[in-house]
């Protein structure tokens, strides 16, 4: 079972709508979680950090279920711009060792 | 200001070559890492550097040589590499060692003939 597991996708979805992906982890000693976006043949970048109670930036909500070891993300009224990789990040390790998923790609069409 | 700076953004080189990757942050952070990453698949950790010293090697080959000559600047030695190591190589740095966020530089993107 890989650490953190993600549904690849991809997810095509029209501008406007609204698109969750979920994310599993094992470890259940994890301590902090992140959201990532990734484009193609670009590095990540930080999109959202993930805490218990639940967080929102904008048009995107990130939420964490320790009970579970179940992380969300929730996109709204997408953008054509939202098309990308999210990468499910926990950290749990050792020297702050983060652990991947291994991404969802998210295509929005106009 | 949240940047990562990498040189060169593009590196080809055959295998008998030695080159260098370099990496440079000016944020204050303590801890860097390099990361390799294949076409469709998260990236990896190689190695952390935490307050320049070397805390974790992810068991990789030799022919990669971590080097951090001060808390700013990390590199990344390469010599006799193989085809299968074409790759981009990502670097990124965190506050500290403990659940920091770890930020980005725009990698190098590697192809070794």
């Known amino acids: 079972r890989k650490e953190v597991e993600q549904d690849p996708g991809p997810f095509n979805v029209p501008e406007g709508a609204t698109v969750a992906f979920n994310c599993t982890y094992s470890n259940s000693a994890s301590q902090s979680f992140f959201w990532y976006r990734q484009d193609c043949r670009k590095e990540p970048k930080l999109l959202m950090s993930?805490?218990?109670s639940g967080n929102e930036d904008g048009r995107f909500t990130a939420q964490l279920n320790r009970a579970s070891q179940y992380i969300s993300l929730l996109i709204r009224d997408s953008k054509l711009s939202d098309s990308a990789t999210y990468l499910c990040v926990v950290n749990g390790g050792a020297g702050n060792m983060l652990t991947f998923g291994g991404g969802t790609r998210l295509m929005v069409k106009p | 200001d949240t940047e990562v700076t990498q040189t060169p953004k593009h590196l080809v080189m055959g295998m008998t070559n030695k080159k260098s990757l370099k990496c440079e942050q000016h944020m204050g952070h303590r801890a860097m890492y390099w990361y390799k990453q294949k076409a469709k698949k998260p990236p990896e950790l190689m190695f952390v550097y935490s307050y320049e010293k070397l805390s974790i090697n992810e068991s990789v080959p030799s022919r990669f040589s971590p080097e951090c000559p001060n808390s700013s600047l990390l590199n990344l030695h390469l010599h006799a590499l193989q085809p299968e190591d074409s790759a981009l190589y990502l670097c990124?740095?965190?506050?500290?060692?403990?659940?920091?966020?770890?930020?980005f530089g725009p990698g190098t993107r590697l192809l070794v003939l």
């Open positions: 990124a740095s965190s506050q500290g060692d403990n659940q920091e966020t770890q930020y």
């Open positions: 993930v805490y218990s």
